[in-house]
């Protein structure tokens, strides 16, 4: 128990922190930390700025591909009309006809080089057309050859099983690869190189390209499948391409003359199994190759390894395969049927370049959807699992307390302490004299003295004081220069004559019994090691959503959240605005701090950094006015979380330290946690829910909002029935987070930004209004409630 002699002398003169020379937390008067911010994040900019332009340096002159040869220019070509196709191969491309007397030769429209004439059957098809799509590419050892070709992959599921199946025959094949399925499975395109399968392009993306996209979505590939397997190949697949037969548009015979210009070879089935519609079984083919015999000498198909269900591809295959070797066929990759393909197929060490692009698509298209999980996950641990474990900690603390109830009306008056009440008031007017009309109904009948610190004010707050003081003994006025509320509480603390101190905002509404039940735990502090008792505070001008809002949260923070604190002995928070404190303990810790914002949460680490505890009182409840406009909400909560974060810093050397109990073990880093995880991720977050919203529509996003609001709901529901409170208050949860995420999000990168210019924060003071209005239902004086520790 805490008796009433006199304390020690306080470290300083009365009026005078003990902070009052030191500096605020962060302030930076140098501004060399915002000079050092500016450098690095210059630095960034041009090492972004070199690290874009040594990609796209090879992408605007990729002489590689023409072995060293500069890019020739793309050539005038009447594209236009149908394209007659002509030859036989895995290979297509377009070519020039030009007319030597009764002689048609193909020429190269890109390099103007002959490729030799084009004679019987083919010259007829030619007729006059002055374009032709040449097919070419079998070597002349080919003989009754399938050449199995699979586009869209790699997939996680389907590849594999394909490779197994394959292997199992060893059959080889060639696979058509897309750059943003590659970056996310690369051990899947290592293991068809490495089982000898032949691996080429199929674009970055898999779009219907255009000449304004081709070449950096083969290029880039390109580089993907270099720094993934090792090889370097010429040979490409259009997205979108049919079989044979199809007519090729003057689009697609300009990329045809591009991906030339560029030096690629591309590939054209000769059979496509349409495979990609099997899931439909009337598509599906009554025999493993539908021609009208198996006459067939070399044949190149199409199949699909990505890109949906290929379990009607793999059906295919166990019938193609053991039918395909039963009539003498052979199964070969395009590389070793195709003397074109093989000379533009060969092993290379990769350029820095190379690694750099997979390394980047990796980023965008890897490592967010990684991060994306982790921290979905993460967050249904904190809301959940966290929230469970809260929610059960504030439960048993409601019943614990039940079975050891103590009232301070009880007491006898030897064991009861006095109290002295210390209020910081500065431009109060409007709400300080219904505050002191409230203390003074206080029905703890051993209230000495009730201290008002006039911190500057320039209306009439110490008139009304004054006037006050004249009709009760008990109100003293002390006044001030403006030197803040940290400064005004210690001269209260330092001149008062109560061992117990109870603090309070100068527009905070007492009930008579809140006092007494403040007090009544240091009665029974029998190892005069409690510092501090933490009271409630609710919302007591019900107004508008943002002030419903508030009242829900404050529900919730001071009933789940410190409730479950409490059990553990790790509060963090007395609020000042409803708080009794160990006068002694204050003055040994050197009284409030002006180097944060929030005085009274580093006050409270102060204690618990000196050995003493914290409590909390469900009964001690008070009526706040809180911010009615969205202006004043931000200014009030930007205060409470910078002076927190100013607070964590300070006692920066107790997280994570066992010495300090659940405190340092998990309350401080929960916070710093719950800090630092929005303020680095929080735009990643949005930015994914917006591509989730394109990619998938609104269902996931629903679905995870759907979490969080059963959560919220349970939360709140428990919080009001703990706080006794009207369950009207739950109305407010379907809007819970669409006030708390926006609001969070916006003081946190203040402060972040705050912290980095080095810049002093002012208090920011809450322009009063006076309009609390008390519920009628208060508690009584000497309710037998406590929270079962404080006679330990």
């Known amino acids: 128990m805490i008796t009433a002699q006199s304390p020690p002398k306080p470290q300083n003169p009365p009026g005078v922190s003990r902070d009052a020379t030191e500096r605020e937390i962060f302030h930076d008067p140098t501004r060399r930390r915002w000079r050092y911010v500016k450098i690095v994040a210059t630095l960034i900019v041009l090492l972004t700025i070199m690290t874009i332009g040594v990609s796209w340096q090879p992408l605007q002159q990729p002489t590689a591909l023409r072995n060293g040869a500069a890019i020739p ?68 050892a080919a003989h009754k050859t399938l050449e199995l070709t699979f586009d869209d992959g790699p997939d996680p599921t389907w590849t594999p099983q394909i490779l197994d199946l394959l292997s199992r025959y060893k059959a080889a094949a060639t696979f058509f690869v897309v750059g943003s399925e590659v970056v996310k499975y690369p051990d899947i395109v290592k293991r068809e190189v490495r089982e000898g399968f032949a691996v080429a392009n199929h674009t970055l993306t898999h779009p219907d390209l255009t000449t304004d996209t081709v070449q950096q979505q083969l290029v880039f590939n390109d580089r993907i499948i270099r720094s993934s397997t090792g090889i370097a ?156 474990i809260n929610l059960t900690l504030a439960v048993f603390r409601r019943a614990r307390c039940a079975r050891h109830p103590f009232s301070w009306a009880s007491e006898s008056s030897e064991t009861r302490l ?46 009304i004081v004054t006037e006050m003081a004249a009709s009760d003994s008990r109100i003293r006025l002390l006044r001030q220069k403006h030197g803040g509320k940290a400064a005004a509480l210690n001269w209260a603390f330092a001149v008062a ?20 039940n403040l007090a009544r735990h240091f009665m029974r502090d029998k190892s005069q090691r409690l510092g501090a008792v933490a009271g409630v505070i609710k919302v007591g001008n019900l107004r508008n959503v943002l002030t419903r809002w508030q009242a829900l949260d404050y529900i919730t923070m001071i009933n789940i959240d410190r409730g479950a604190q409490d059990v553990l002995h790790a509060i963090m928070v007395a609020p000042g605005a409803c708080a009794a404190w160990s006068r002694e303990a204050v003055l040994r810790v050197g009284g409030y701090s002006r180097s944060t914002l929030a005085e009274d949460c580093a006050l409270v680490l102060d204690l618990q950094q000196a050995g003493y505890s914290v409590t909390q009182d469900d009964e001690a409840v008070c009526y706040t006015e809180a911010p009615e406009t969205v202006r004043a909400l931000t200014r009030q909560r930007y205060r409470w ?113 705050t912290i980095l210019r080095g810049a002093q924060s002012r208090w920011n003071k809450l322009q009063r209004r006076g309009t609390v209005t008390v519920a009628s239902s208060e508690p009584k004086a000497g309710v037998a409630w406590a929270n079962g520790r404080s006679s330990s």
């Open 73 to 140: 220019p793309m050539p005038h070509l009447d594209l236009e009309g149908q394209t007659p196709e002509i030859g036989v191969g895995p290979l297509v491309r377009l070519v020039r006809v030009e007319r030597t007397g009764n002689t048609l030769i193909a020429v190269d429209p890109v390099t103007n080089g002959s490729l030799g004439a084009i004679t019987g059957d083919d010259a007829d098809q030619v007729g006059n057309a002055s374009l032709a799509l040449v097919h070419y590419g079998y070597s002349s």
């Open 233 to 388: 190949t010429n040979l490409i697949r259009f997205p979108f391409d049919g079989s044979v037969g199809r007519t090729m548009d003057s689009d697609r015979n300009a990329l045809m003359v591009d991906a030339e210009r560029l030096g690629y070879v591309v590939s054209m089935d000769e059979f496509d199994t349409n495979d990609w519609q099997y899931g439909d079984p009337a598509l599906r083919p009554k025999t493993p190759i539908p021609l009208p015999s198996a006459n067939v000498d070399n044949l190149t198909i199409l199949l699909h390894d990505g890109g949906g269900n290929r379990s009607a591809t793999i059906a295919y295959l166990k019938r193609l395969i053991p039918w395909a070797l039963a009539h003498g066929y052979t199964f070969h990759s395009l590389p070793q049927v195709s003397p074109q393909v093989a000379a533009g197929t060969k092993q290379i060490s990769p350029a820095v370049w190379d690694y750099e692009t997979l390394w980047l698509y990796q980023a965008l298209w890897v490592w967010p959807n990684t991060l994306i999980v982790i921290l979905f996950v993460l967050s249904l641990l904190s809301v959940v699992a966290g929230g469970g």
């Open 418 to 463: 006095p109290v002295s009440v210390a209020i910081a008031a500065y431009n109060e007017e409007k709400v300080i004299g219904r505050t002191l009309q409230a203390i003074c109904r206080s029905q703890y009948a051993d209230l000495q003295e009730i201290l008002v610190v006039d911190d500057g004010s320039s209306d009439h707050t110490r008139d």
């Open 497 to 516: 004559q109560s061992p117990v101190m109870v603090t309070l905002d100068a527009d905070t509404i007492f009930t008579p019994a809140t006092v007494g």
């Open 641 to 753: 979380m910078y002076g927190s974060i100013q607070a964590m810093w300070k006692h920066r050397r107790m997280i994570f330290n066992p010495r300090y109990g659940w405190l340092g073990m998990l309350t401080l880093p929960v916070a710093v946690i719950s800090v630092l995880t929005p303020l680095v991720f929080l735009p990643f977050v949005y930015a994914m829910a917006v591509v989730t919203f394109e990619g998938q529509g609104m269902s996931p996003l629903l679905l995870y909002a759907a979490i969080f609001l059963a959560m919220q709901l349970l939360t709140s529901g428990i919080g009001v029935w703990l706080a006794r409170e009207h369950p009207s208050h739950l109305l407010m949860v379907p809007v819970y987070r669409a006030i708390y995420e926006p609001l969070r999000a916006y003081i946190l990168y203040k402060s972040t930004l």
